[in-house]
């Protein structure tokens, strides 16, 4: 039995959203660490089969721990908006990309999408895909003009796919304008919600058909666990299609993750108001540094994507990243000398994370190919955590020279 309260709050729905009375009346919803679930009779298992009775079969089809969470995140991306949504949990975010794109697209059809992109998704589109006939185009889809001219020249386009703010150079596109586009050309459209997380930025408003989310970054807060989640606003072809893509796939969550997940989300709203005042007050050291040549935040009025951020986002989130003047060089020392902030990969911990992508994580990619995408040799990357800002400020004080 779900609570018949409705909470008008987004912090409350965090909080209670999702959550069943368990039937040994356990407080939290235990981890359900079992393969698979008895039937009372051989007639019971058929109905379950058919669909025909509800009821758990076995935890790659669905979990009661997992289910929370998929309730929670749904809920969050719905709240407030007249949308139905259904949401699948997965193994980890580049597992519900993965689902997405299996599941949607077929030989001869292709995606179209903007140029900075999660560099697992960038890798799914051009090294899995292809095997299967199925291309991606990239493009900048700050460009909306250009963006409808490519749709109207290729009705192959079957997928518009955005993330925004996208990762790691923080560019934003417009989801209410690139949807509009979409739907004029019967496009579904899927955006990776990550970065914003449904506190900052709910793209269920703007129509768009599914979002996917790395719940392994903000959502769960703490570096505790992979996940991933994609969440449909057709539910019919969420339970049915989506549903057995999934199932068959084999890209299903786990139980420990996820009561880790839905432990984390309830102070979601907490966390994100935190990570994004310290961010707007690291942007705005950084942007004063002599030692720093640009900063890239969405809360900066020097972004360009500044307006449509504040169209679509609730406030300015707690990515940004920034080009030390000194290179590649510069960029290594300055890791170096941390002290406080972590030095590591990944994001959306509670902890103020900083990574040199070219060093790192687009070491492999070409240094012409890097700075096309606006990854240049002295550009890091910091998740601004939620520890008293004086201590972040402090740290990149003595580390930038
Ligand atoms: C981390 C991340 C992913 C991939 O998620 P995993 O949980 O690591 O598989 C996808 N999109 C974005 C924007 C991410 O930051």
């Given amino acids: 039995m779900e609570k018949k309260f409705t909470p008008q709050g987004f912090g409350s729905a965090a909080v209670h959203a999702g959550h069943l009375q368990d039937p040994n009346y356990a407080h939290q919803t235990p981890i359900y ?36 969470a998929e309730r929670k995140i749904t809920a969050l991306e719905t709240f407030g908006l007249d949308v139905q949504a259904k949401g699948i949990l997965h193994a980890s975010g580049m597992a519900a990309i993965s ?60 997928l518009l796919y955005l993330e925004t703010p996208a990762n790691p150079t923080i560019q934003i596109v417009d989801i209410e304008e690139l949807t509009a586009i979409a739907k004029r050309y019967n496009l579904h459209v899927a955006c990776d919600n990550t970065f914003a997380t449904p506190y900052l930025q709910q793209p269920f408003r703007y129509g768009v058909d599914y979002i996917v989310h790395s719940t392994t970054k903000f959502l769960n807060g703490h570096g505790t666990a992979i996940g991933g989640i994609l969440i449909g606003s057709d539910v019919e072809r969420m339970k049915d299609h989506i549903t057995k893509s999934h199932r068959i796939l084999g890209g299903n969550g786990n139980p420990f993750d996820a009561f880790l997940l839905t432990q984390g989300i309830k102070t979601l709203e907490l966390r994100m108001e935190r990570h994004c005042s310290n961010a707007v007050k690291v942007a705005d050291y950084l942007e004063k540094h002599p030692a720093v040549a640009k900063v890239n935040y969405e809360g900066l009025v020097s972004h360009p994507g500044y307006e449509v951020a504040k169209k679509q986002m609730r406030k300015p989130g707690a990515m940004l990243s920034f080009e030390l003047k000194g290179g590649m060089e510069a960029g290594v020392d300055c890791m170096n000398r941390l002290q406080f902030c972590t030095r590591t990969v990944s994001l959306g911990t509670v902890d103020t994370l900083l990574c040199h992508p070219p060093s790192m994580t687009h070491f492999s990619v070409p240094k012409e190919q890097r700075e096309r995408y606006g990854i240049t040799d002295g550009l890091i990357r910091m998740n601004v955590g939620i520890e008293n800002v004086e201590d972040i400020l402090a740290d990149l004080e003595q580390a930038i020279r």
């Fill in 33 to 68: 660490a079992s393969s698979t679930y008895v039937f009372d009779t051989a007639e019971q298992g058929m109905r379950r089969f058919a669909g025909e009775e509800e009821g758990y079969i076995y935890s790659r089809y669905g979990n009661p721990t997992i289910a929370e």
């Fill in 99 to 158: 689902t997405l794109l299996l599941s949607t697209l077929r030989a001869g059809d292709k995606i179209l999408t903007h140029y900075s992109l999660y560099s697992g998704t960038d890798n799914v589109m051009r090294t899995i895909l292809p095997h299967f006939g199925i291309e991606a185009i990239t493009m900048d889809m700050q460009d909306l003009e250009k963006v409808e001219d490519v749709i109207q020249h290729d009705r192959h386009i079957k």
